[in-house]
């Protein structure tokens, strides 16, 4: 009852939700890549069960907190410095995740529709949930960090995760569709899906880079292509009246 009644527990509760899905961004733009690859008849079941994959792993890692604070502790030193197992899955997940972006931009410039479509025929739901997954954990951990540094109530923890996977599964698939209708989208959120990749692995050499200069900047380009768009879509129009 003192968990409800509290207002900290609210007030951490409202602040961890919208940090959690201020930090999933990245998730649902990868999601919504890595599922436009499928036939659409599959897309809404792949961002689904991906983010509610992203949703139980970050619930466990909560529930093993011991293991997650482990993860922090020096495995061995390089160099004169630390690395422990929290750099390691960094530096992985950050070099997955600008191999697969620059594989992706590779394919939409050099490849052309043919290339295109022979990679949604080859692709398959579970290679697209191995590959989210892997990502997943990525995500969730330094979700999970965040959340534990915030907020003291492990409940407090769940129900914001539960609250902005909840979002993000409502938000993915307007998300996708606007990803998969406009190519320049695309090709800016593969950019900065690059980007996101790169602090990754700069984290796992323990060079801090603030998130808030990457989403200032995803924000602001976001903004500009919401520009472009409104322009082209008002030259169309000029176009069509005149003819």
């Known amino acids: 009852m003192n968990l ?17 899905i201020v930090l999933g961004i990245d998730n649902i733009v990868f999601i919504a890549i890595l599922s436009g690859k499928l036939p659409a ?10 983010l509610s994959l992203a949703m139980i792993m970050r619930i466990l890692l909560l529930l ?39 594989h992706e931009i590779h394919q939409r410039l050099e490849g052309g529709p043919e290339a295109a479509r022979a990679a949604r025929g080859a692709a398959t739901i579970g290679g ?10 990525v995500f969730s951990l330094d979700s999970v960090i965040t959340a534990v540094g915030m907020a003291n109530q492990i409940a407090v923890m769940i129900a914001a995760i539960v609250l902005a996977v909840g979002f993000m599964i409502f938000a993915a698939g307007p998300v996708s569709t606007f990803v998969e209708r406009h ?7 593969l950019s900065f899906l690059l980007l996101i990749g790169f602090t990754l692995i700069a984290e796992g050499l323990g060079q801090h880079i603030s998130k808030g200069y990457i ?27 005149g003819d």
Do not use: C
């Open 64 to 102: 093993a907190l011991t293991w997650i604070m482990g993860l922090t502790a020096p495995l061995f030193t390089v160099l004169e410095r630390d690395v422990s197992g929290r750099d390691l899955i960094l530096l992985l997940g950050g070099a997955f995740l600008m191999w697969k972006s620059t």
């Open 183 to 189: 190519p320049t989208v695309k090709m800016l959120a």
């Open 215 to 241: 989403y200032f900047a995803m924000a602001f380009s976001v903004f500009v292509e919401f520009l472009n768009l409104r322009a082209r879509k008002a030259h169309f129009k000029q176009s069509a009246a």
């Open 4 to 20: 409800i009644s509290s207002p900290e527990n609210w007030t951490a509760l409202l602040t961890l939700t919208v940090l959690e």
């Open 41 to 50: 008849s599959q897309q809404a079941r792949a961002r689904t069960i991906g």
């Open 128 to 137: 697209v949930l191995v590959q989210i997954a892997l990502l997943d954990i």
